[in-house]
């Protein structure tokens, strides 16, 4: 399995949509075993998708994330984890043990936004460390304006 991460200043890119930078780290076991850097110089989510594609990507691990992007990158298969902050291996280390839900990960004001894509614990998503995630919010259904009926 592999997982991105688009990379600036030895910390997650604050946004994806505009990042010049990506860290592919290639995991065995659960454990990471090699890690590759690369240069994105693709514009537009479908050629950044496309990118992800090629690489083998199986998991996004970003900062924000435009909608179509998000929704782009989703229809090719590839896990997406947004709304991630920190520096890279305290991040990769976080994923490995499940706990990226935690507050110290979460991009600030990212944890409650509504209509926005959250990670939630679940039991269809497991991270590399073997913790269950979701990121469509689960509760409730939506109702008039996309909001969630907390029922």
Known sequence: MKVALPIRNGRVSPVFDVAC?????????????????????????DARAILLQELGISVLICGAISNQTARIVERRGIELIPWIVGEIDDVIDAYCAGSLGSDG????????????????????????????????GGEGRRRAGGRRNEE
């Open 105 to 136: 990960f979460i991009m600030p004001g990212c944890r409650h936004r509504h209509g926005r894509r959250k990670l939630f614990r679940s039991e269809n998503r497991r991270g590399a460390g073997g913790e269950n995630w979701r990121r469509d």
């Open 21 to 45: 930078r990506l860290i592919v780290v290639a995991f065995e076991g659960g454990t990471p075993a090699e890690r590759s850097e690369f240069s994105i110089k693709e514009s537009g989510g």
